[in-house]
């Protein structure tokens, strides 16, 4: 029963309430639908010019992008987001990588090829393992995003008490059902894979609890062409209200 609880936690992500700025800004927003695996999927659409997409992280929604917004539109891009599948206003209980790969790929045909994505934790997983499946995107800014995927288990292990049992059962799963293992839906897997002309630069805080500073640095080690920058004190979160930080972002992608 356990083994069965943690797999159906694992895909399941929770729904938090909106804040009334995120709201805000939602309300601030040209909005769309797209129907993807029978699931309707929100997106939206701020200002106009070339298109940044932003992809939010697990239990996420594109509107914690909002301080990112009022910036990128005065330099001149559109911003474009989504909130994934089971997330914020778009349909359904459970996802995964393969279904964010989906809605990517829908998104982007139905918006525009974007000049850069701006990803959050697992958003910058899943926008990895897209590229490495022909999503034509030149660069990526991957912020506080997870790369070690037995990390990423005993994070979750750890969140529900959990036991070793527990995860090899889970690794047992993935290979019974995805034909892969976990480690091959890693970020650390993906990035031998991206085209090697891939921009990359990766944002992370060292005192990030959800996500380590482990990830980013596992990553380097592997891709050492991307770009690092590390911050202090702005944790997993909040990091996505930083002026420095959103202003970074918009250098990267101008540069």
């Known amino acids: 029963m356990a083994h069965r609880y943690f797999i159906y936690l694992f895909f399941t992500p929770l729904r938090y309430v909106v804040p009334e700025k995120d709201r805000e800004a939602e309300q601030q927003s040209q909005q769309s639908t797209l129907q993807v695996n029978e699931k309707k999927i929100q997106v939206y659409s701020w200002g106009d010019g070339p298109v940044i997409l932003v992809v939010h992280g697990w239990a996420g929604r594109a509107s914690q992008f909002r301080k990112f917004i009022p910036v990128l539109n005065q330099a001149g891009y559109r911003v474009v987001g989504f909130d994934g599948p ?19 790929d829908e998104v982007i045909k139905a918006t525009g090829e974007p000049v850069a994505i701006i990803a959050h934790s697992f958003g910058g997983v899943a926008s990895l393992f897209a590229i490495t499946n022909g999503l034509p995107v030149k660069k990526i800014i991957n912020i506080s995003s997870p790369t070690i ?14 036991s070793k049992s527990t995860a090899t059962a889970f690794q047992q799963y993935m290979i019974k059902t995805y034909k892969r293992s976990f480690d091959e839906f890693s970020a650390l897997h993906f990035i031998k894979h991206v085209p090697p002309d891939l921009q990359l630069l990766l944002i992370h805080d060292d005192q990030d609890k959800e996500v380590t500073i482990d990830h980013p640095l596992a990553l380097l080690e ?15 979160t909040r990091i996505l209200k930083d002026d420095d930080i959103i202003h970074q972002c918009l250098s990267f992608v101008k540069g």
Request: hydrophobic share 30%; no cysteine.
């Open 86 to 104: 089971a997330h914020g206003r778009s349909e359904g209980k459970q996802t995964n990588l393969i279904e964010f790969n989906e809605v990517l």
């Open 222 to 236: 592997i891709y050492p062409g991307a770009s690092f920058h590390k911050t202090s004190g702005l944790g997993h």
């Open 149 to 162: 995927g037995d990390e990423i288990i005993n994070t979750y292990l750890k969140a529900i008490q959990g």
